[in-house]
């Protein structure tokens, strides 16, 4: 079975632009977890999507966004990009999210602006 | 707030000497604790998944296991391609929150 698999690997980008990153689960998997991770920060969440549905999201501006497709794949958008959005974006997948539910990474898009 | 804290921040290990880590959480109604091995530029790798306090698992050289209040990864006779960090996290509201990691280095 194939892992999950995040497009594109790298970015560069200029303060001010705005960036879609892409996700698409394991198969079968319905729920998508999005994830920044930051030398300083360590992994935190973004938010998580469940048949086209936010469920959950975590404190971070508005500038980032996201969305879930019918077939499970997800995006996630940074609008306005600052210098400290630099990171490693994850994607998660698991079957349905629920309690107890393993999450599985993809390899995640090193995003760097400057 | 839930939180999750792991120990040491980096352990430095000979070739076959064993260690453990530690992971404390403070979270109401645990419903799982994770265990992830991260590589540098990589996404995390899944290890182990411990539900309830007194639970074990075992993965080659690697064995978790869970109490009420904290979970411990022994490494047993490491080798040089165990050095990683380990990332711990607890699921709560759909989400993983993951404690700062333990950065493993074997040397030979």
């Known amino acids: 079975k194939a892992g999950v698999t995040q497009t594109p690997r790298y970015l560069i980008k200029t303060r001010g632009q705005q960036v879609t990153l892409s996700c698409s689960p394991i198969?079968?998997?319905?729920?998508v977890s999005w994830y920044q991770q930051t030398p300083g920060q360590g992994l935190q969440f973004l938010f998580e999507?469940?048949?086209?549905?936010?469920?959950n999201k975590g404190n971070f501006p508005g500038r980032f966004s996201g969305r879930q497709f019918s077939n499970s794949r997800s995006e996630m958008n940074v609008s306005t990009l600052e210098l400290g959005d630099s990171a490693l974006y994850l994607c998660?997948?698991?079957?349905?999210?629920?309690?107890?539910?393993?999450?599985?990474f993809g390899p995640g898009t090193r995003l760097t602006v400057l | 707030e839930d939180q999750v804290t792991q120990s040491p921040e980096a352990l430095r290990l000979q070739e076959g000497e064993s260690s453990s880590l530690n992971c404390s959480y403070t979270?109401?109604?645990?419903?799982?604790l994770f265990w992830y091995r991260q590589d540098p530029g990589k996404g995390p790798e899944f290890l182990f998944t411990?539900?309830?306090a007194g639970e074990e698992k075992e993965k080659e050289r690697l064995k978790a296991t869970l109490t009420k209040k904290e979970s411990f990864l022994h490494i047993t006779a490491p080798k040089p391609e165990d050095s990683a960090t380990y990332l711990c996290?607890?699921?709560?509201?759909?989400?993983?929150?993951f404690g700062a990691g333990t950065t493993v280095t074997v040397r030979a």
């Open positions: 998660a997948s698991s079957a349905s999210g629920a309690p107890g539910d393993t999450q599985y």
């Open positions: 198969s079968g998997h319905r729920s």
């Open positions: 999507y469940f048949s086209e549905t936010q469920r």
């Open positions: 979270v109401s109604g645990l419903r799982g």
């Open positions: 411990l539900y309830s």
């Open positions: 996290a607890v699921q709560f509201d759909y989400k993983l929150s």
